[in-house]
């Protein structure tokens, strides 16, 4: 377990030349259902660089963006999306809340991205550790390969965002053109599973509050390693994840996070007086041992459902992610 966070200030308030991107944590979630074609569109037209979305398999084969194993929660269907047929079954589905959506298919959230005028849009896929990894990444590699120019076009726009370590290889040999990045609470699981196989590290906000986080920031920045955190949607997160330097921030709220990121660049000495380096004390969540009881939770149920944690062979030299994010890594200030 790690002490309490130590008061520190990483950057000055006149340090600011970056702010992190937006992604739409399952698109505008707030504002839209999530993971729906519509809270995709409104995170765009918000502004945000980059949407959020998680991805199981239906029993006819299709990848569904969907956050939970089972519909219950947010569609008038009930079940597993395992065991029901996408076709003449899950697509008849509606979401409870309105506007009233289908749940997409990965194609067609690609088809969105490829439009002209969204092919600055990058997507994060989290892979839910009850998928199938073989089948999955197959799947997925002909529906990217499917798109004229996949290479240059859509491949470099997409971000796997893998829990387990038994989604790495798989990746590695089928989508090699992915980028590959941790989703984790642990910085301990995060540096000894998955360290040399992924580029990003995509972290709970909490987990990086306390000193083991700040250590754990501290190596990424020194390696090149990137840095994102989810799900921000507290003004006062944004702006101390803005002061740690992270690529991105994952927010049901886009509009809040690109309204205070135009506040940064009008004044960043005005908003980043807004926290202070005893941000670590104002919450019990942000201490070591919070993080450290709701990660051996996390881990128990990623194993659980996945199996045990295991080191990675040794990737080949070709296949190390690139370590930048297509079109852009960081927005600039006055941008």
């Not at 600055?120 to 896929?125: D, R, T």
């Not at 507290?234 to 991105?248: F, L, P, Q, S, Y």
């Not at 380096?277 to 881990?299: D, K, P």
């Amino acid at each position: 377990m790690s002490p309490a966070p130590k008061p520190t200030l990483e950057r000055s308030p006149s340090s600011l030349d970056r702010v992190p991107l937006c992604w739409g944590h399952r698109g505008a979630s707030a504002a839209f259902p999530e993971n729906t074609l519509a809270s995709f569109e409104a995170a765009i037209r918000d502004g945000a660089e980059g949407i959020e979305s998680d991805v199981h398999i239906s029993a006819d084969g299709e990848i569904l963006v969907f956050h939970d194993p089972r519909v219950d929660r947010t569609t008038d269907g009930t079940g597993r999306i395992a065991t029901q047929n996408y076709h003449g079954g899950l697509d008849q589905l509606r979401t409870v809340q309105a506007p009233h959506q289908k749940i997409p298919l990965l194609r067609e959230t690609l088809d969105l991205l490829m439009l002209p005028a969204n092919q600055h849009v990058l997507l994060n896929i989290d892979v839910k550790v009850d998928n199938d990894p073989e089948r999955l990444f197959a799947i997925m590699r002909d529906i990217i390969e499917s798109y004229d120019g996949f290479e240059t076009k859509l491949a470099p726009r997409l971000l796997l965002g893998l829990w387990h370590p038994k989604y790495v290889e798989p990746a590695q040999r089928l989508l090699p053109a992915v980028r590959r990045a941790h989703i984790g609470m642990s910085p301990a699981l995060a540096r000894k599973y998955f360290w040399d196989a992924c580029c990003t590290f995509s972290m709970s906000f909490a987990s990086m509050v306390n000193s083991e986080g700040q250590v754990f920031r501290d190596e990424c920045r020194k390696a090149g390693k990137e840095i994102t955190v989810w799900t921000v949607n507290d003004r006062r997160e944004m702006i101390e994840a803005t002061k740690w330097g992270v690529k991105a921030i994952l927010t049901d709220r886009t509009k809040t996070l690109l309204e205070l990121r135009h506040e940064m660049e009008q004044d960043w000495d005005k908003v980043a007086r807004e926290t202070s380096g005893l941000f670590g004390w104002t919450s019990f969540w942000y201490l070591g041992i919070a993080n450290y009881l709701i990660s051996s939770w996390e881990a128990y149920l990623l194993t659980k459902v996945g199996g045990a944690f295991y080191p990675v062979p040794p990737l080949p030299a070709s296949s190390s992610p690139a370590p930048a994010v297509g079109p852009a890594v960081v927005a600039k200030v006055g941008a």
